[in-house]
Structure formats: structure tokens, C-alpha cells
């Protein structure tokens, strides 16, 4: 059985930092890429971040030099450290994990919640 389970969310004031981590376990084939999204209340889930084994990264415009996405291929495992949060960074944040080669697969974590508030 596939799981993401994903650690580290929590309160913090405007400013401050944290990190979240996802572990996935269960997988036979080798993970292509690795994602950060999030959901705020009322709006689309969003791509914050993603790295492939490769360690090619991609941000969102809204974290680019805040946020830093890192992976440990050997474990299966991804991080995201934020830095200089904001209220609007509050939100759902869900690791997803996806292997783009035949046989493909897509996973989701079930979320952890981010709130950026004084």
C-alpha cells in the first residue's frame, strides 16, 4: 500500500519560518518527481513547488526566494522550507508524488495545515 505522509505544518506569526516533510512508502517503481501544492478555503489547489530525481526545481512566482524544495531520492522523501511566511501562505499544503514512465502512478499525501497569522 502506497502512502505519503506528510509532517511539520502548524500557526506561525507573519515572518517566521517553517518546514514541511513528506515520506512516501510503499512504491515499486522509482519516483520521477516530487510536489508541494496547497489549498486555501474557496480557491483551486495550486503548485507551490516541484523537484524531479534529477534535481531540477520549479516555483511558484508567490514563493520564489522564500521557499526552497529539496529531496532525498534514496529515501523517497521531500521537504519545503519556508521562510518569511505571509497570511496569504496559509493554506493546505499536500506532498504529491508522480512517476511519469510507463508505469505511471500519481499519489497524494492527505495534507497538513499551514496558517501565517499574528
Known amino acids: 500500500q502506497v502512502q505519503l505522509v506528510e509532517s511539520g505544518g502548524g500557526l506561525v506569526p507573519p515572518g517566521e519560518s517553517l518546514r514541511l516533510s513528506c515520506v512516501a512508502s510503499?512504491?515499486?517503481?522509482?519516483?520521477?518527481?516530487m510536489d508541494w501544492y496547497r489549498q486555501a478555503p474557496g480557491l483551486q489547489r495550486e503548485l507551490v513547488a516541484s523537484i524531479t530525481t534529477g534535481g531540477t526545481t520549479n516555483y511558484a512566482d508567490s514563493v520564489k526566494g522564500r521557499f526552497t524544495i529539496s529531496m532525498d531520492n534514496a529515501k523517497n522523501a521531500v521537504s519545503l522550507e519556508m521562510n518569511s511566511l505571509k497570511p496569504e501562505d496559509t493554506a493546505i499544503y499536500y506532498c504529491?508524488?508522480?512517476?511519469?514512465?510507463?508505469?505511471?502512478?500519481?499519489?497524494w499525501g492527505q495534507g497538513t495545515q499551514v496558517t501565517v497569522s499574528s
Open positions: 504529491h508524488a508522480a512517476r511519469y514512465v510507463i508505469p505511471r502512478y500519481d499519489y
Open positions: 510503499g512504491l515499486r517503481y522509482g519516483i520521477n518527481v
